[in-house]
């Protein structure tokens, strides 16, 4: 007889005689939980394992999003370059949000794109348990593997975006220059904050209900705040001639802390505060480790009820 088959005769006759608690049956012969939760180290470790079902997961989600609409992934450029004719229009124009802007064009785009990108995938994370609760309840593999390619799909989803970005910068009369290959760092450390928001939204979402309906509200306030639209030491300081503490405040919240790093890197004569660079490594590296731990916490409790 096998050992687990001699574990479960062992179980049954203890629960017929009362003389040994299942618990200590399970140790004396080795067995665990199938849910137990790893140690932390080892869960990143399964995570790294996995890392293709990851990419090919996120891959084929991508791929599938657009495929019964005629123009296809074309929509990937076309959503933000539509919002961004509207937001000129109305924010730029009629609100007067270009006045002392230098190339609102590039600074409005830029502002759309880097806000978009965190903000699916925040609002992705927060669906990526309760919407895959059949997954889940399937096979068995780390959970944070679903927020994980959530944001890996809105990655590859900006990279299109990112190329359409360039271009427009460069027709508005933006000339290259070595800056411009920090590019690459700062989508680095905006994915590494992404991550880590999108895990935090992931276990949200997966026990609060309701968090999908107020997603809309609250990313939109977050919009509103981040700078897109204006320039923050202009429009808060200057013309609304609020205290400064007001606009550094504004510059730390982590969406415009990007978006502002990104506009110094395309537009050469926009100059943020020096903090900005400051707050984007901080809240990548924090939102990275507490994201991850705080799901993690929590591992056992997915797919629950």
């Known amino acids: 007889m096998s050992q687990p088959e001699s574990a479960v005769a062992d179980a049954q006759a203890g629960g017929r005689s009362g003389q040994e608690p299942l618990a200590k049956l399970a140790e004396r012969y080795g067995l665990r939980r199938a849910i137990a939760r790893p140690r932390f180290l080892v869960y990143v470790r399964q995570l790294a394992e996995r890392r293709h079902f990851i990419l090919t997961y996120a891959t084929s989600r991508n791929v599938s999003k657009y495929s019964s609409s005629a123009l296809g992934q074309l929509w990937q450029v076309l959503t933000p370059l539509l919002n961004a004719a509207i ?75 990112m190329g359409v970005l360039v271009l427009i910068v460069f027709i508005t009369a933006e000339v290259p220059t070595w800056y411009w290959l920090m590019i690459p760092v700062v989508l680095i450390l905006q994915t590494m904050f992404n991550v880590g928001a999108g895990l935090v939204m992931a276990r949200l979402g997966s026990s609060m209900r309701d968090l999908n309906q107020l997603l809309p509200f609250i990313t939109r306030t977050w919009l509103y ?64 480790c507490f994201g991850f731990w705080y799901f993690w916490r929590a591992e056992e409790r997915y797919g629950r009820g």
Not at 235 to 252: F, G, H, I, R, S
Request: net charge neutral.
């Open 87 to 161: 937001y000129y229009v109305m924010f730029g124009i009629v609100l007067g949000g270009r006045d002392g802007v230098e190339n609102y064009p590039a600074f409005l785009l830029i502002g759309i794109f880097v806000f978009t990108y965190t903000q699916r995938s925040v609002t992705a994370g927060a669906k990526s348990i309760s919407g895959n609760l059949s997954l889940i309840r399937a096979l068995h593999f780390p959970r944070a593997a679903l927020p994980l390619a959530y944001t890996i799909q809105e990655l590859q989803q900006l990279a299109i975006s």
């Open 225 to 288: 705040a981040s700078g897109v639209f204006f320039s923050i030491q202009d429009k808060v300081v200057e013309t609304a001639d609020l205290p400064q503490w007001v606009a550094t405040a504004m510059y730390l919240n982590p969406a415009a802390s990007y978006i502002e790093w990104m506009r110094d890197i395309f537009i050469y004569k926009h100059t943020p505060p020096p903090m900005v660079w400051m707050a984007c490594v901080f809240w990548a590296v924090f939102a990275l």
